[in-house]
C-alpha cells in the first residue's frame, strides 16, 4: 500500500524516509571528509572542488526531497503512538521529528544560499544555474547564512542522534513494531490513540527561530566580522571621501571578485599640469574573496601573517583628455613589481572621481607556486580601483 493509514507507514512515506536518511548521511560523510582534505596543489583542490560540488549537490536534492516528504506527510493520516500512555516520551518523540523536519529544510536551503551570494569554488552538479532569485552577491550574506548552516548541523546531528537512540529503545528495550512500521509497513498501535498535539510542533518551532536568529546574526566561526569598504587619506592635497578596490580572478573557469576594503590614500595632484604623486597604503588581512578568503589569504597567496600590508607608490602623468597613467611599484608579498595603472579623470569644481583597471599575473609577486598552470587559478588578475576626491583647504 502506498498510502499511510493510522497504524501504518504507506509505500511513499517510507521510501522518502530511507531516501533522505541515506542522502543525509551521505552528504554528511562527504563533508566530513572534504574538511581534512589538502589544498595545497592543483590536484588536491580539483579533488576537493569534487568532493564539495557532490557534497552541495546532495544537499540540494535533500532539500527537495524534504519538501516533498513534509508535504506529502501533511496529505496523510498520522499513524497512531505506540504508548500513548507515555506522555512526556511522546512528546519528545515528535518534538525531535519536527526538529528533524526543520533540520531537512534549513540546513539544506542554507547551504544552498550561502553558495548562491558568492561566487567561486565548487558548483552544484545541474543544468539550473548557480544562483537564486532574491539572492544577491554579498559576502555578507554569504558569511551569515554559512554560519546558519553550521548551526542547523549541530541541531540535526543532535536529532539523529536522539532519533536513532530512540528507535534502538523501541527494538531492543520495548521490543514494539515501531522500527517494523517504518521497514515493513506492518501495522501497529491502538485506533484513536492520541498524538501530543500542537506542543511539539510550537516547541520545534522556538528551537528553529533561535537557531535561525544565532546563524544570522553571529559572524562566521573562523572568520571575521564583514567589513565595510572603506577609503581615508593620510597626507597629500586630496582628500578621498569614498573609493572601492577590487580584483577579479579565474578559479575552476569562473570567475571570482574579491575586495580589499581596508586601505588608505596619500594623494598629490596639480589639475594644471595633470601631474602629482599617489601613495596606497592596502591591508591585505582584511581582503574577500567569497567561499575561497582563507585560501586567499595563505601562505600560497597573500600570505597576509606575515605581509599585512601592501603598497603602491606611482608618478601621476596625464594623456590625451581625461586620461591618466599612475606609474609606479607595487609592493606586495615582499615584491616588488613595475605597475602602470590606466585610469580615466573627472574633474568637477573641487570634486574628482576616478576609475581605473590593470591586469597583474599572480606569478610576479611569487603567489600560487603550487598551482602551475591555470586549470584551477587563473595566473591573470584583474584589479579594479574607482575613488571620488575633494581638494584639501
Do not use: C
Not at 1 to 8: D, E, K
Not at 73 to 78: I, N, R
Not at 250 to 264: E, H, I, Y
Not at 295 to 317: E, L, N, R, V
Amino acid at each position: 500500500m502506498l498510502t499511510n493509514t493510522p497504524q501504518s507507514y504507506g509505500g511513499v512515506a517510507r521510501t522518502l524516509h530511507w531516501l533522505i536518511a541515506l542522502l543525509i548521511l551521505t552528504a554528511i560523510g562527504l563533508g566530513l571528509y572534504a574538511e581534512d582534505l589538502p589544498r595545497d596543489s592543483d590536484a588536491a583542490v580539483a579533488t576537493l572542488k569534487t568532493i564539495y560540488s557532490l557534497h552541495k549537490t546532495i544537499g540540494v536534492t535533500v532539500f527537495f526531497a524534504a519538501l516533498l516528504r513534509i508535504l506529502w506527510a501533511l496529505s496523510q493520516p498520522k499513524p497512531v503512538p505506540l504508548h500513548p500512555e507515555r506522555r512526556l516520551e511522546t512528546f519528545a518523540a515528535e518534538a525531535v521529528h519536527w526538529a528533524l523536519y526543520g533540520a531537512m529544510l534549513v540546513m539544506p536551503l542554507s547551504g544552498w544560499i550561502s553558495h548562491a551570494a558568492q561566487a567561486g569554488f565548487a558548483p552544484i552538479l545541474w543544468p539550473f544555474g548557480q544562483t537564486l532569485p532574491f539572492v544577491p552577491r554579498s559576502d555578507a550574506l554569504a558569511h551569515g547564512f554559512e554560519t546558519l548552516h553550521k548551526l542547523s548541523a549541530l541541531v540535526l546531528y543532535a536529532a539523529l542522534a536522539l532519533h536513532i537512540a530512540g528507535a534502538l529503545k523501541h527494538a531492543l528495550i520495548d521490543r514494539d513494531a515501531t522500527l517494523a512500521r517504518m521497514t515493513r509497513g506492518t501495522a501497529a498501535g491502538t485506533p484513536g490513540a492520541a498524538h501530543a498535539l500542537g506542543g511539539p510542533l510550537l516547541a520545534a518551532l522556538i528551537l528553529w527561530a533561535a537557531v535561525i536568529g544565532a546563524g544570522l546574526t553571529l559572524p562566521t566561526p573562523g572568520r571575521p566580522a564583514p567589513q565595510t569598504q572603506t577609503a581615508t587619506v593620510q597626507t597629500g592635497t586630496w582628500q578621498v571621501t569614498e573609493g572601492t578596490l577590487g580584483f577579479t580572478v579565474q578559479q575552476m573557469g569562473a570567475a571570482v571578485t574579491g575586495q580589499l576594503p581596508v586601505w588608505s590614500a596619500a594623494i598629490d595632484y596639480d589639475p594644471t599640469p595633470g601631474t602629482g604623486t599617489v601613495t596606497v597604503q592596502i591591508d591585505t588581512t582584511a581582503l574577500t574573496l567569497g567561499s575561497v578568503t582563507d585560501q586567499a589569504k595563505g601562505a600560497d597567496f597573500f600570505d597576509t601573517a606575515t605581509h599585512p600590508t601592501a603598497t603602491f607608490t606611482a608618478a601621476i602623468t596625464r594623456q590625451e583628455g581625461a586620461d591618466h597613467l599612475a606609474t609606479g611599484t607595487l609592493t606586495l608579498r615582499g615584491a616588488e613589481v613595475p605597475v602602470t595603472l590606466p585610469f580615466t579623470l573627472t574633474l568637477e569644481g573641487e570634486t574628482a572621481t576616478m576609475q581605473g583597471q590593470v591586469t597583474l599575473d599572480r606569478r610576479a609577486f611569487g603567489m600560487g607556486a603550487s598551482y602551475p598552470d591555470e586549470g584551477t587559478v587563473g595566473f591573470a588578475v584583474t584589479v579594479d580601483v574607482a575613488l571620488t576626491a575633494s581638494r584639501r583647504d
